[in-house]
């Protein structure tokens, strides 16, 4: 069974960067056709994609996050992390982190395992 | 990338079926059969309960189906039960790799 958690600081300063790891168990990162994601959610709104990892190594992120996204893999502690640089206030989100997997007909990835959510707040 | 847009509550009472629809544009829903939805307990990790647009993962009920035309793809939870009470999200493939989610649906069991 697949279990993701996230873990970071829970506050930020503005300008700084957003570090969030999300550590896996039941799986290993380096295994064949998943995609380690990162998603978030701001109060009181819906989802949002941040961008993943395939497990080649390749990155694929929202193009409103690209200039200041980072999302990369610790493979021997079988992490995936995320860094976001030069926080505002508009990034205070639940961060969840989550795999994806492709589906066997369409081969797209459709996110099957989540993180129970981290709280980030950017505030001085 | 434009958020897709789904109801915000839709209420029904056990045994009933409610049906949420999540609406977005000819280059997400409209463009792919790659639209999939998730159950969220506040406080949880969510669930998925539907992937292309119409498949069940292992476990789900078959309480929960799913469809799709055009621009528009809907959940439909029959035979409403207290534990489906949640909030629930829908995604869909946009290309180029990329994922929009929707603003999300609270469904109450009246």
């Known amino acids: 069974q697949v279990q993701l958690q996230e873990s970071g600081p829970g506050l930020v300063k503005p300008s700084q960067t957003l570090s969030l790891t999300c550590t896996a168990s039941g799986v290993s990162i380096s295994s064949d056709d998943n995609y380690w994601s990162w998603i978030r959610q701001h109060p009181g709104n819906g989802l949002e994609w941040i961008g993943y990892?395939?497990?080649?190594?390749?990155?694929f992120y929202n193009p409103s996050l690209k200039s200041r996204l980072t999302i990369s893999v610790h493979t021997s502690k079988n992490q995936f992390l995320l860094r976001l640089s030069s926080v505002t206030a508009a990034d205070t989100a639940i961060y969840y982190c989550a795999r994806a997997v492709e589906s066997r007909d369409s081969a797209v990835p459709y996110f099957d395992s989540w993180g129970q959510g981290n709280l980030v707040t950017v505030s001085s | 990338q434009s958020a897709l847009t789904q109801p915000r509550s839709v209420s029904g009472s056990p045994g009933q079926s409610v049906t949420i629809s999540c609406t977005g544009t000819?280059?997400?829903?409209?463009?792919?059969?790659?639209v999939s939805w998730y159950q969220h307990h506040p406080g949880r990790a969510p669930r998925v309960m539907l992937y292309d647009v119409s498949k069940r993962p292992s476990g789900v009920p078959d309480r929960f189906s799913g469809s799709k035309s055009g621009n528009t793809a809907s959940l439909t939870i029959s035979g409403l039960q207290a534990e489906d009470e949640a909030n629930y999200y829908c995604?869909?493939?946009?290309?180029?790799?990329?994922?929009?989610f929707g603003g999300g649906t609270k469904v109450t069991v009246l």
């Open positions: 990892i395939y497990y080649s190594g390749s990155t």
């Open positions: 000819s280059s997400d829903v409209g463009s792919y059969d790659s």
């Open positions: 995604c869909s493939y946009a290309g180029s790799y990329t994922f929009v």
